[in-house]
């Protein structure tokens, strides 16, 4: 079956970094577009980022030159490195893609931006 694991949330200062981990399995990895979401208390579900099965990628607005996502195929796995962190960025983060037109998502990690 499915299986979205994220790794890597934490406490961190502002202006520091964290990567985020999304360890995939059960899928052909390679074949598919996958994105990372984040939910502050209070908060809907949003996109922070995708990258496509061929590389390609998009951001939200507020994230665009501080994240990057990318992918490494040969261990199903995607990252999400973060710099210049803000209190704003405080959330859980959500790995995602959609298999058989279905939404899978990880458990989620805690980053939390705090001096």
């Known amino acids: 079956q499915v299986q979205l694991v994220e790794s890597g949330g934490g406490l961190v200062q502002p202006g520091g970094s964290l990567r985020l981990s999304c360890a995939a399995s059960?899928?052909?990895?390679?074949?598919?577009?996958m994105s990372w979401y984040r939910q502050a208390p209070g908060k809907e579900r949003e996109l922070v980022a995708r990258?496509?099965?061929?590389?390609?990628?998009s951001y939200m607005d507020s994230v665009k030159g501080r994240f990057t996502i990318s992918r490494d195929n040969a261990k199903n796995t995607v990252y999400l490195q973060m710099n210049s962190l803000k209190s704003e960025d405080t959330a859980v983060y959500y790995c995602?893609?959609?298999?058989?037109?279905?939404?899978?998502w990880g458990q989620g990690t805690q980053v939390t931006v705090s001096s």
């Open positions: 995602h893609t959609v298999y058989r037109v279905v939404a899978r």
């Open positions: 990258i496509t099965n061929t590389g390609r990628t």
């Open positions: 059960g899928f052909t990895f390679s074949s598919y577009a």
